[in-house]
């Protein structure tokens, strides 16, 4: 409640930037604009403005009169979204014996910059003004200033008891302080976190990213704050679930469990037929790019939230989503080429633990390691409001058809070594003998000269190949046609193919 004394002090003060005054009782265009600049509070005096209807200038009292109807119109600015964000404001009718003063209080706004139908109005002296564009982003950057992440907040619940200080006191602090001035520094423990931000000395109490990070139940604080593993025997959540497992816990406890689980538990490599002479290891996921991926994942995902971040393995792809979509300067056009924190303090602690590296190349290190291993490009799904979500395929690597396999594993090396020297082309049984290297030593004799070579050279390599179906002759009808010319079937250019699609 004002009284008349506080009025007086307020129409007599020279802090021009605070005051509005009018005699008008209906121009809402100028109630509305006074409100808005109050609240965006530009001096950034964190002090109240007031709008007093019924002051002269001059700062005489006009003598009106206010009524119901008028207080509550002036009452409903607060609310009838003209103005937004809605400002916090409150209306009071000071009675003097010149006249009735409505005086309307705002508060000036965190949540910066207001504006009242799109445009942001601000105080510059003793007048009011729409905000330039610079104006307009010292708002921006105040707000995003003044308004904790939800990670340095205190966990008034919570105390020093729920914790694992002894491993902050003797392995993370050490990590995160320098030597000497730790060795030097004398205060308690409860200072030492506070300068890290894990601990608020207003409220006596934790930071919630202290207890994300070093918590013994972190979950009751979060209920949301843990991973959940389900593997599916199929390409879709409907499909049978062969293993589900929850990682519960801190981050200090629950990250090398991660890291030895992708590693153990879903990493996987097999020998993959890759041509007809030889075999290459293939993974199905490279260890790094699932590190990176789920590690992102943790650090950026809402604490707030009741969903557990999920790491869903199917057949041929698996898919990690975490609550909270992109954050601060991050939008789908400049994705991922702009970077913010939802949670700057766990991800400055997990930078000192080496678990990420803050850099804003995580995106760009996966999608290489991903091209490395010949699997597809990963797919982010930036278009959810309240999650974020990536799915990374398995390798799309050409395998050899059945029949090359099975050949792969029954043919002699020999017609192996023709198939890869005969190349899409006709050649002779003594061009292919020269360019196999293959200049065979046998018995000879004065009639015959090298030409059992040759004969032995066809009957250990061409006609296997031959047989086989990988070889064909020009002439099939006559085998010792003089013109004699051999070439590719198409099985065979399917293995001469594979051959050389794979280094």
Do not use: W
């Amino acid at each position: 409640m004002i009284t008349k004394e506080e009025l007086y002090s307020i129409i007599a003060s020279d802090e021009n930037y605070r005051i509005e005054r009018t005699v008008s009782l209906s121009d809402m265009d100028k109630f509305q604009e006074a409100i808005c600049a109050f609240a965006n509070d530009m001096p950034g005096s964190r002090q109240k403005g007031y709008l007093l209807i019924g002051v002269k200038d001059n700062g005489e009292i006009a003598g009106l009169q206010i009524n119901d109807a008028i207080m509550k119109r002036i009452s409903g600015i607060r609310s009838d979204g003209n103005i937004l964000p809605l400002p916090m404001m409150s209306t009071e009718k000071v009675i003097t014996d010149k006249g009735d003063v409505l005086v309307v209080e705002v508060t000036p706004s965190f949540d910066t910059p207001v504006r009242y139908r799109g445009r942001t109005f601000i105080r510059v002296g003793p007048r009011r003004d729409i905000a330039t564009i610079e104006e307009e982003r010292i708002l921006s950057e105040r707000c995003a200033a003044s308004l904790p992440t939800f990670d340095t907040r205190p966990c008034r619940e919570a105390t020093l008891d729920d914790l694992y200080t002894d491993v902050i006191e003797k392995e993370y602090l050490p990590k995160a302080i320098d030597e000497e001035v730790l060795a030097k520094d004398k205060r308690t423990l409860k200072e030492k976190m506070a300068s890290l931000r894990l601990y608020n000395t207003q409220y006596d109490c934790p930071t919630y990213a202290a207890l994300v990070m070093f918590g013994r139940n972190s979950r009751y604080f979060m209920p949301g704050a843990y991973l959940q593993f389900v593997r599916f025997a199929g390409e879709s959540n409907a499909a049978p679930i062969l293993n589900e497992r929850r990682f519960e816990g801190c981050l200090y406890k629950i990250l090398p469990e991660l890291e030895n689980f992708i590693r153990d538990g879903i990493i996987t490599q097999r020998p993959v037929p890759v041509s007809i002479l030889r075999e290459k290891n293939l993974l199905n996921y490279p260890y790094k790019a699932l590190r990176e991926l789920l590690m992102n994942a943790v650090m950026h995902r809402d604490y707030q939230a009741n969903m557990p971040t999920r790491l869903y393995q199917y057949d041929t792809h698996i898919e990690i989503m975490n609550p909270g979509g992109l954050y601060g300067q991050a939008r789908p056009e400049n994705f991922p080429y702009v970077n913010d924190y939802r949670n700057s303090v766990v991800a400055e602690m997990m930078r000192t633990l080496s678990y990420v590296n803050m850099f804003n190349h995580g995106v760009g290190e996966v999608k290489e390691l991903l091209k490395e291993n010949g699997s597809p490009e990963p797919k982010f799904n930036i278009g959810l409001l309240t999650a974020f979500s990536v799915v990374v395929k398995e390798p799309q690597m050409q395998r050899l058809s059945p029949t090359v396999h099975q050949l792969f594993t029954n043919l002699s090396p020999r017609v192996k070594t023709l198939i890869i020297s005969l190349k899409d082309e006709k050649m002779s049984a003594t061009e292919l003998q020269t360019v196999t290297n293959c200049s065979l030593t046998v018995h000879q004799t004065p009639t015959k000269g090298t030409h059992l070579s040759k004969r032995l050279f066809i009957a250990q390599y061409i006609t296997p190949a031959i047989e086989a179906g990988l070889l064909a002759r020009a002439y099939p009808d006559t085998p010792h046609h003089p013109k004699q010319k051999y070439f590719l079937t198409e099985l065979g250019k399917e293995a001469y193919t594979m051959l050389n699609e794979v280094e």
